[in-house]
């Protein structure tokens, strides 16, 4: 893992140790995604994590200048026992075995919270309530 951290938030890369891929977690003090990207660098899969700010009750997605978008009220969760990382230490990647490279599982602090497979747009994150444009639902088992 490489990884940075500032007063904007935090920047973590996880690389895969079957091929080129890696995963990306960026957080910048507003909200936060994991981007799953290919040998090229080129985003094959994203997923929204959870909003730092006060979650909008309108979706940001009509004004391009607000991205990255904040995930809004009726599709995300308000889970009260999550707090956001405090480093990028708390944050784990754990890749498919040899016969599903594709896939990348996000932990925080221990927690399944998101999986990224390629060609999938969005993932799946723990914080979303109902599948929309920035993450669909995590359900275990998946």
Not at 66 to 75: D, E, L
Not at 93 to 111: H, L, M, Q, R, T
Request: glycine share 6%.
């Amino acid at each position: 893992m490489r990884s940075s951290m500032s007063n904007r938030g935090l920047v973590a890369k996880f690389d895969s140790p079957f091929d080129q891929k890696a995963v990306i977690i960026e957080d910048d003090g507003r909200v936060a995604y994991a981007y799953l990207l290919d040998c090229d660098g080129r985003i094959r899969s994203d997923v929204w994590l959870y909003n730092r700010c006060q979650t909008p009750v309108e979706p940001e997605w009509h004004d391009q200048t607000r991205m990255p978008f904040a995930n809004p009220a009726p599709f995300a969760t308000d889970d009260l026992s999550f707090s956001p990382p405090d480093s990028p230490g708390d944050i784990t990647v754990e890749w498919g075995d040899s016969d599903s490279p594709d896939d990348a599982n996000v932990f925080i602090s221990g927690k399944h919270f998101a999986r990224l497979r390629v060609g999938m747009k969005p993932g799946w994150s723990a914080l979303a309530a109902k599948d929309g444009p920035l993450a669909q639902v995590l359900k275990e088992p998946f």
